[in-house]
């Protein structure tokens, strides 16, 4: 094999390999809402209405889906009080708190995004 074949095998073997671990945390992360309540949940533990109030627009049905879904991804961790009515408490885990930094730098990009995108309106319509 000739050397620019070795490149270029070897390149698109690691693509192959990244986008496996792209996809696999696009599926566990996928939808609307399952990072807008893992940064809710980063800011502290909350009960099921807290984060429903802090997120806005999401439906009960949907929140209790990503929960339930999030729960089985390790991502958060649902403790339930003995107190009468029970009381359900939300937390983030170590696994879930180790996308911190993905989410800061999505944070990042989403403002320079924004600014990039605003000032190109707001020259355009100079």
Same mark, same amino acid.
């Given at each position: 094999?000739?050397?620019?074949?070795?490149?270029?095998?070897?390149?698109?073997?690691?693509?192959?390999?990244?986008?496996?671990?792209?996809?696999?945390?696009?599926? !566990? /992360?996928?939808?609307?809402?399952?990072?807008? *309540?893992?940064?809710?949940?980063?800011? +502290?533990?909350?009960?099921?209405?807290? &984060?429903?109030?802090?997120?806005?627009?999401?439906?009960?049905?949907?929140?209790?889906?990503?929960?339930?879904?999030?729960?089985?991804?390790?991502?958060?961790?649902?403790? !339930? /009080?003995?107190?009468?009515?029970?009381?359900? *408490?939300?937390?983030?885990?170590?696994? +879930?708190?180790?996308?911190?930094?993905? &989410?800061?730098?999505?944070?990042?990009?989403?403002?320079?995004?924004?600014?990039?995108?605003?000032?190109?309106?707001?020259?355009?319509?100079?």
């Amino acid at each position: 094999m000739e050397e620019t074949e070795e490149v270029i095998d070897h390149s698109t073997q690691t693509c192959t390999r990244m986008l496996l671990h792209v996809q696999d945390a696009l599926e !566990v /992360l996928n939808g609307k809402w399952k990072l807008p *309540i893992l940064l809710c949940l980063t800011f +502290g533990e909350r009960r099921f209405r807290q &984060i429903a109030k802090d997120i806005g627009g999401i439906t009960d049905k949907m929140l209790s889906k990503e929960l339930k879904d999030m729960e089985v991804n390790k991502l958060i961790k649902r403790t !339930v /009080l003995d107190s009468f009515p029970p009381t359900v *408490i939300y937390s983030v885990t170590d696994h +879930g708190k180790s996308l911190k930094p993905v &989410i800061d730098e999505l944070a990042i990009w989403g403002n320079k995004h924004r600014e990039e995108i605003i000032g190109i309106r707001q020259k355009e319509k100079s």
